[in-house]
């Protein structure tokens, strides 16, 4: 019997490098967790399998080598690691967590993670969003759920210089909204914000 081969929803689409990079994060995998946060069992328990603590503060992270832990909501976190770990990870959480009240989920394949860098990521992202990315909190950490090119989406800034970004979407939707970003980071569809465009003058 052969063995299973993860086949991702963006895997007929080549890197891109023009104004920004895109790219897959296809090596991904995600845990979707929910549980009391004043149960110190619980979040112990989490940080003992992750090492990071997990984030309290709206649309924040926590980060421990190679795993990060994302703020959905006040009960409510998206755990992401190394995909050839997560099975044993998750063998893990479910064992610590074991008679805690928790709820954990495997679902490295529900969403594809496009990771989009350089000067001009906050524009394009922007183009398809109404969050302002220019505001202070929009730094590296910062966790947003938001509505991206008609889509439910998720945003999670990696680091700040360069500047990296990567975007959350559901894997049915990956095709259209890396073929949105594509199109809207060519120079032709450059926008810089704050200030004076030139070629419209009447």
């Known amino acids: 019997m052969s063995d299973p081969h993860l086949t ?3 895997r007929n689409h080549t890197a891109i490098n ?3 990079s895109i790219r897959e994060i296809a090596d991904l995998g995600m845990i979707d967790l929910r549980g009391d946060v004043s ?3 619980f979040t112990a328990a989490v940080k003992k399998v ?3 603590a997990l984030p309290m503060k709206p649309r924040t992270s926590t980060t421990s080598k190679n795993n990060n832990c994302l703020w959905l909501s006040p009960d409510q976190w998206l755990i992401t690691c190394p995909r050839n770990e997560v099975d044993a990870l998750f063998s893990a959480l479910i064992e610590a967590l074991e008679n805690i009240h928790s709820l954990a989920v495997n679902v490295s ?3 594809s993670v496009i990771r989009l860098e350089g000067d001009g990521v906050n524009e394009v992202l922007m ?3 109404s969050v302002d990315l220019t505001l202070p909190e929009c730094k590296a950490g910062f966790v947003r759920r938001l509505l991206f090119a008609e889509q439910a989406a998720l945003i999670h800034i990696v680091s700040d210089g360069p500047k990296s970004i ?3 979407v559901f894997r049915s939707y990956a095709d259209y909204v890396w073929k949105w970003v594509e199109v809207t980071s060519k120079p032709a569809a450059r926008v810089r914000l704050f200030t004076k465009q030139t070629g419209f003058e009447s």
Do not use: Q
Request: aromatic share 10%; proline share 0%; glycine share 14%.
């Open 166 to 168: 990567d975007l959350y």
């Open 39 to 41: 149960d110190r069992k």
């Open 8 to 10: 991702t929803a963006l």
């Open 50 to 52: 992750f090492g990071c």
């Open 109 to 111: 394949d529900m969403r």
């Open 127 to 129: 183009k398809g969003s």
């Open 18 to 20: 023009g104004d920004i």
